[in-house]
C-alpha cells in the first residue's frame, strides 16, 4: 500500500509564494501518475495539477501561470511550486496517485494533507 505525505505548507500574504512537498512511500515501483488536490473549508475536494509518468501537466484554469508541478522519480517525490498565492488558494491541499487514464482522480488513500492559508 502507498502512502503519501505533505509537507511545506503555511501561512503567507496575497503575491507570496509557497513549495508544497509530496513523498511517497510503500508497495510501488515507480511512482505513478500523480496529481495535487485542495479542499477548502465547507467545500468538495478539488483537483488542482497532475503530472504523468512521462511528465505530461495538466492545470486547473484557475492556477495556470501560478501553480507549477513536477517530481523525482528518484525520489518518489512531487511537489507544487505556488507563485502569486490568492486568498482563494486557501486550503489543505493533499497530492495522490491517479486513477487509471484521468487527470482529476485520486485512486490512492489520502494523506493529511498540508495547511496553505493566504491572508494579510
Do not use: H
Not at 511528465?55 to 501553480?67: A, E, I, N, P, W
Not at 508541478?69 to 518518489?76: A, P
Not at 490568492?86 to 485520486?106: F, H, I, P, Q, R
Amino acid at each position: 500500500q502507498v502512502q503519501f505525505v505533505e509537507s511545506g505548507g503555511g501561512l503567507v500574504q496575497p503575491g507570496g509564494s509557497l513549495r508544497l512537498s509530496c513523498a511517497a512511500s510503500g508497495s510501488m515501483f515507480t511512482l505513478p501518475d500523480m496529481g495535487w488536490f485542495r479542499q477548502a473549508p465547507g467545500k468538495e475536494r478539488e483537483w488542482v495539477a497532475a503530472i504523468s509518468r512521462t511528465g505530461t501537466l495538466k492545470y486547473r484554469d484557475s492556477v495556470k501561470g501560478r501553480f507549477t508541478i513536477s517530481r523525482d522519480n528518484v525520489k518518489s517525490s512531487v511537489y507544487l511550486q505556488m507563485t502569486d498565492l490568492k486568498a482563494e488558494d486557501t486550503a489543505v491541499y493533499y497530492c495522490n496517485s491517479l486513477g487509471a487514464g484521468t487527470w482529476d482522480l485520486g485512486a490512492g488513500t489520502w494523506g493529511q494533507g498540508t495547511q496553505v492559508t493566504v491572508s494579510l
